[in-house]
């Protein structure tokens, strides 16, 4: 009887929204940090929460061959196949940001994203067409768009600084939600 029980949920959380609900009350957001240091870059990132949302806030420099910050959720199994649109509310200022969905730990590998424009820190939702995601390895667009079985295996979602000009950044982010 459990068996069946388990079942019957997971199939039913496919197909229902999923909903990252970023705040003090996060319960899924095992979610951290990273910025261009790790190749030897100079750009800077934290977080601070609200209880409505996370602030991600730091400055980008591009000396060293920096030129990146990243917000990005643990490694983990997100089927994505069930799902037409991803909806973010967010609000921004200073750089342009892309919502990433990868399927390779590695990060030359490609990766398919697409863009958080600026909002001048006026709040936004935005409704992203998973099928408008685009193909990238290492900032440059190639052809695709994810596949159906690109999109049942995606590993980790994630935000990423996408202009590579030095300047100051705040994003804050009070959902992000799959329909």
């Known amino acids: 009887m459990k068996t069946s029980i388990l079942i019957t949920a997971l199939f039913f959380m496919n197909v229902a929204n999923y909903t990252i609900d970023f705040g003090t009350s996060c319960s899924n957001c095992d979610w951290f940090v990273v910025v261009d240091g790790v190749m030897g870059g100079r750009s800077t990132a934290s977080i601070s929460e609200t209880k409505e949302s996370i602030i991600f806030s730091g400055e980008i420099s591009l000396e060293n061959n920096g030129g990146f910050a990243s917000y990005r959720s643990s490694y ?53 067409p998973l099928r408008n995601f685009k193909k990238y390895r290492l900032g440059n667009q190639l052809s695709g768009n994810p596949s159906e079985e690109e999109l049942a295996s995606i590993i980790r979602l994630g935000v990423i600084s996408n202009d590579k000009k030095a300047s100051a950044f705040m994003m804050e982010i009070d959902y992000i939600r799959f329909k």
């Open 76 to 128: 983990g199994n997100y089927d994505l196949s069930n799902y037409t649109e991803v909806q973010i509310r967010y609000k921004s200022t200073g750089q342009n940001f892309a919502f990433t969905l990868n399927n390779y730990r590695r990060f030359y590998k490609p990766n398919f994203k697409q863009e958080l424009p600026v909002t001048n820190g006026e709040w936004k939702e935005i409704a992203l």
